[in-house]
């Protein structure tokens, strides 16, 4: 299978500075997007260095071939970003949001922890790939088939409890799934996702073949929206 890739992030029209990165290692066939955690200093510090300490990792090893790698390369960025804001700060530390993948012949393994997320789009429909490490979703999984849908305040969707940097216990989500010519799939930050719903994503997906036309609409759409936030999105469409 050929892949075509294209990563690129915008500062929005709020934010003083952009503390999203992303990652294309088109050689390694690795990509990554990175979302500095809001509240927590150096936040451009903390995502730049994971993104790059993955990248690293990965080097190294030459890849990352299954799940039990992913998880060893994240706990080995975790760790770095750890030790970076114990010496930058040591009252706050620094953290990051992480959603990754690496293809490996038919299939590709996803990594991830925080609110950033990957989808999956193909002609049949949208999957999502990651589930967010957000107060409101543990509230979301808690829910019985019965249950009324409760009030979250907003904030609950944007109060992580997994992320890189932290003292927490570190718990990477990591997945392997098929995949398929035709399909396409995208990593993103909230910047996106809070703007533009997986419905619209896929049709932007599928109405072109080139990824950079759908990375450049998507975060042209989050702006015209209001750009509240950083808008970071890398494409890989699958050939």
């Keep these: 299978m050929a892949l075509k890739a294209y990563g ?7 934010r003083e500075q952009n503390e999203d ?4 290692a088109a050689d390694q066939q690795l990509y990554a997007v990175a979302d500095g955690i809001g509240g ?13 300490c993955l990248r690293l990792w990965a080097q190294e090893n030459q ?9 060893a390369a994240l706990e080995f960025v975790n760790e770095a970003v750890t030790e970076e804001g114990n010496s930058l700060t040591p009252s706050t530390g620094i953290g990051t949001t992480v959603s990754a993948i ?9 990594g991830h922890v925080g609110d950033s997320s990957a989808f999956l789009f193909r002609k049949q429909g949208a999957g999502k790939l990651t589930t967010d490490h957000t107060i409101a979703q543990e509230i979301y999984d808690k829910l019985g088939p ?28 990591v997945h392997n799934y098929d ?4 399909d396409r799939i995208l990593i993103c930050t909230d910047g996106i996702t809070d703007l533009i719903e997986p419905e619209e994503m896929q049709n932007m997906a599928l109405g072109t073949d080139d990824p950079e036309n759908f990375v450049e609409n998507l975060i042209r759409t989050a702006n015209q929206r209001g750009g ?11 050939s």
Excluded at 63 to 71: C, D, L
Excluded at 103 to 108: C, L, P, T
């Design 228 to 238: 509240h936030d950083n808008s970071t999105a890398v494409a890989i469409f699958v």
């Design 8 to 14: 690129y992030s915008d500062i929005g029209l709020h």
């Design 21 to 24: 990165s992303f990652l294309v």
């Design 63 to 71: 890849g990352i071939e299954n799940e039990n790698e992913f998880k």
């Design 146 to 173: 019965d249950d009324e849908m409760p009030s979250i305040p907003e904030y609950y969707h944007h109060s992580l409890t997994r992320c890189i940097g932290q003292p927490s216990a570190f718990e990477p989500d």
């Design 102 to 110: 690496v293809f490996n012949g038919a299939s590709v393994l996803v």
């Design 179 to 182: 995949i398929y010519q035709g």
């Design 40 to 52: 927590l200093p150096h936040g451009d510090k903390a995502s730049g260095m994971a993104v790059e």
